[in-house]
């Protein structure tokens, strides 16, 4: 009688043949199976109670500093730096339609994360924002500050060049609104 094999090759096997799907996808379609399985999460963590939620982030957050811990500094910059390439890359390679795309499907996340939270996790969220974005301004130094503001208004001359007629009276006509 010949030997079973076992779920692990057949798991195996199953991980090498999505590799290979994944190889030979193009960027719609990877970018289109990213956003579905963001969609997919974010559809079912919307349907978990407050408790469930709380284990699932209290899980992530001790793995990921368990993980952060084992790591000495070099491989952290090391890694850092690798996560900011593969970022600028992946950004790089987008065409405009899939940023339009990618940047409307972050923005409906974004507001269906906002429809589904309560009140209080809302007041809760909107006070650590404030209580950061204070902390983050007191311990500021005034050369980074300075830095800071300076890129800020490049940053925003730059958005205004770039902006379209049509988008500019869109948006002056929204401001007087």
Do not use: W, Y
Not at 46 to 58: D, F, H, I, P, V
Not at 95 to 121: C, F, G, M, T, Y
Not at 167 to 173: C, G, M, P, Y
């Amino acid at each position: 009688m010949p030997k079973r094999k076992s779920n692990l090759s057949k798991n195996t096997r199953k991980a090498k043949t999505q590799r290979l799907q994944c190889k030979n996808e193009s960027q719609n379609d990877r970018e289109s199976r990213l956003t579905n399985c963001r969609l997919r999460i974010s559809m079912s963590r919307s349907n978990e109670s407050n408790s469930e939620r709380n284990e699932r982030l209290q899980l992530d957050r001790t793995r990921h500093s368990s993980l952060r811990s084992q790591e000495s500094l070099e491989s952290r910059e090391k890694r850092l730096q690798i996560d900011r390439i593969q970022h600028t890359v992946s950004r790089s390679l987008q065409s405009r339609d899939s940023r339009k795309q990618r940047l409307e499907d972050d923005r409906i996340q974004h507001a269906i994360s906002r429809i589904l939270e309560s009140d209080d996790s809302r007041e809760q969220r909107l006070e650590n924002d404030r209580i950061r974005h204070a902390i983050s301004r007191t311990l500021e130094s005034d050369g980074s500050r300075v830095q800071r503001l300076e890129n800020d208004r490049i940053r925003h001359a730059f958005s205004r060049t770039l902006e379209s007629d049509d988008s500019r009276k869109q948006r002056l006509e929204d401001d007087r609104i």
